[in-house]
C-alpha cells in the first residue's frame, strides 16, 4: 500500500511543508495527522510565499486531495481564515479538502486556558493556540468532536459542560464572557465547516484498496512529540510515525516508507533543553541569513548546530529510512561547521538522546568540526553542482546516521530542491 509518511526529525520547522508540497505533485492524497493551528508550514512557488498552519501542504498542486485527520485538532475559526485566504489567492480548496468527523475542535476557551498556563511559572514557551488545552479535554474524554460540533444541541450541552468543568480556572467573568463569544460566531463557524467534513479514514481506506499514493505530514518534529521528546517542553500530540496510523485511522501495515526532515543546522521555538544551542553571536548571523523566526507566531527561533544523537534517536523511533536535507544554503560561510557526535554526561558518552530532563539539562555535547564552504549554493540543482565541502558535509552525515540523504534542498522556492536517486519514494 502506498504511504508515505513525512516527519520533522528535530524541534519542528524543518522545513516539513517546502518538502511535502515537493512531493505532493506525485501523491493523491495528502494527510496531517496531529498537531493543529501550532503548524507553520511555508511553501514558496514561483516567489509566493504560503503559510499554511491547518490544511495539508498538498494544496497547492491541483491533483492531490487534502485530509485532516482525527488526530488533528481543528479551529474552525482558524480553519476559516485559511481557506479564505487560498480561495483569495486563487487556490481551489472547496471538493479537495476533507476534515475527519472525529477531529477534536479547539473553541475560544481552549485558548483561553493556554494563555492562563503560559502566565504561570510553569510555562514553555507554547504557540497559545490551545492546542494542550484541547489535547487535555480529548483524553478526558470531554472533548468536543467535529461530529458534535455539527449537531448544535449536542455542542450546546457538550460545551456547557466543558464549561463547568473548567470554571474555576477561567473565573467566572471569564466563562460568561467566552460562552457567549463562542454561542455568537457557532452559527457562522458551523455553516462553514459542514461541507468540508467527512469520515476521511474511511476515504483513505477507498484510496489505499486502489494502491492510490498517500502522503502523510506530520506538524511539529520528533523533539516535540509528547512521548518521545524533550517532555514537558513538548507539543501534546504525536508527531512521530508511529502517530500517523493513529491520527489518521489507517493501520501500521499501510505504512511503507518514512522520510525524515532535517535541517543542516537545529532549531527550536520555545522554551527547553537544546544541548547544541549556539552562542548569540554566532546564531544571530545563521538566524538573519536563514530568517528563523516562526511561521506562527513570528518567535526568533533559538539555533544549534546538527546534533546527532538527536538525529539518532528519532531516526530510531519512527523507523526513517531515507532524508530530505535543507537550508544547506544557509549555512554557506560558516567556518567551521560543526556537529555533535555524541553527550558527554556524568563522566560516560551517550550516543541517544537521554530521557531524564536533568541529563537533557546537563548533557555537553562533544563536537566535530567539519571545513565550511562558502558561495551560493541557491542555484544549485544536482548534488555534483555543490561546493566540494558541502558534498563531504552531507556524505559524513550519510555515513553516521546510515541513512541516506536523498533530498536536498537549496532555497526556500520549489525549484531550489533536488533528488540524488531515481525510483519511487513510496516504497
Ligand atoms: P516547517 O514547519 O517544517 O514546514 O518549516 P517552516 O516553514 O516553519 O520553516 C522553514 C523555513 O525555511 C521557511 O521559511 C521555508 O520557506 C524556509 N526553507 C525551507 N527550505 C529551505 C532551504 O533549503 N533553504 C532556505 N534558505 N530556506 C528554506
Ligand atoms: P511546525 O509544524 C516549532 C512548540 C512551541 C512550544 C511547544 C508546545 O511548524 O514545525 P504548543 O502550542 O504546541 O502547545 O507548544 O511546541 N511548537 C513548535 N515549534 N514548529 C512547530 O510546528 C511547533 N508547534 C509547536 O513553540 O515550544
Ligand atoms: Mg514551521
Not at 30 to 44: I, K, L
Not at 118 to 133: M, N, S, V
Not at 412 to 424: I, M, P
Request: net charge positive; charged share 25%; hydrophobic share 40%.
Amino acid at each position: 500500500m502506498p504511504v508515505l509518511t513525512v516527519i520533522g526529525a528535530q524541534w519542528g520547522d524543518e522545513g516539513k511543508g517546502k518538502i511535502v508540497h515537493y512531493l505532493s505533485q506525485g501523491a493523491d492524497w495528502v494527510v496531517r495527522y496531529q498537531g493543529g493551528d501550532n503548524a507553520g508550514h511555508t511553501v514558496v512557488i514561483g516567489g509566493e510565499s504560503f503559510a499554511l498552519h491547518l490544511v495539508p501542504s498538498g494544496i497547492l498542486f491541483s491533483r492531490p486531495r487534502n485530509a485532516i485527520g482525527n488526530g488533528v485538532v481543528v479551529n474552525p475559526s482558524a480553519l476559516q481564515g485559511e481557506v479564505r485566504m487560498l480561495e483569495g489567492r486563487g487556490i481551489r480548496v472547496r471538493g479537495r479538502l476533507f476534515v475527519s468527523l472525529r477531529a477534536h475542535v479547539i473553541l475560544p476557551y481552549h485558548i483561553a486556558l493556554d494563555r492562563v498556563r503560559e502566565g504561570g511559572c510553569d510555562a514553555i514557551g507554547t504557540t497559545l493556540k490551545g492546542i494542550g488545552p484541547c489535547y487535555e479535554d480529548k483524553v478526558a474524554r470531554r472533548g468536543v468532536r467535529v461530529a458534535d460540533f455539527l449537531e448544535p444541541e449536542t455542542f450546546r450541552e457538550l460545551m456547557c459542560a466543558a464549561f463547568s468543568a473548567h470554571s474555576a480556572e477561567l473565573g467566572r467573568l471569564s466563562v460568561a464572557r467566552l460562552k457567549r463569544e463562542t454561542l455568537a460566531a457557532y452559527p457562522g463557524l458551523r455553516r462553514f465547516l459542514e461541507p468540508f467534513c467527512a469520515d476521511t479514514g474511511w476515504l483513505l481506506a477507498q484510496a489505499l484498496s486502489t494502491k492510490r499514493r498517500v502522503l502523510m505530514e506530520s506538524a511539529q518534529g520528533a523533539m516535540l512529540d509528547l512521548d518521545h521528546g524533550t517532555y514537558p517542553f513538548v507539543t501534546s500530540s504525536n508527531p512521530i510515525s508511529g502517530g500517523a496510523c493513529v491520527g489518521a485511522g489507517l493501520p501500521p501495515t499501510a505504512i511503507d516508507a518514512v522520510l525524515g526532515v532535517v535541517k543542516a543546522y537545529t532549531t527550536r521555538v520555545g522554551l527547553g533543553p537544546f544541548p547544541t544551542e549556539m552562542p548569540e553571536r554566532l546564531a544571530g548571523r545563521i538566524r538573519e541569513k536563514g530568517r528563523e523566526y516562526g511561521a506562527t507566531t513570528g518567535r526568533p527561533r533559538r539555533i544549534g548546530w546538527l546534533d546527532l544523537p538527536q538525529l539518532r534517536s528519532a531516526i530510531r523511533v519512527s523507523g526513517i529510512g531515507r532524508l530530505a536535507l535543507t537550508k544547506l544554503d544557509t549555512l554557506s560561510g560558516t567556518d567551521p561547521i560543526r556537529a555533535c557526535t555524541a553527550y558527554r554526561w556524568k563522566g560516560r558518552l551517550l550516543y541517544d538522546f537521554p530521557a531524564s530532563r536533568r541529563a537533557q539539562r546537563e548533557a555537553r555535547p562533544v563536537y566535530r568540526d567539519m571545513p565550511g564552504f562558502s558561495g551560493d549554493l541557491s542555484s544549485c540543482r544536482s548534488f555534483a553542482d555543490l561546493p566540494g565541502a558541502a558534498r563531504r558535509y552531507v556524505r559524513w552525515l550519510e555515513s553516521e546516521l546510515r541513512c541516506p540523504v536523498i533530498i536536498v534542498s537549496v532555497g526556500a522556492s520549489h525549484e531550489q530542491t533536488f533528488r540524488r536517486s531515481d525510483g519511487s519514494l513510496w516504497g
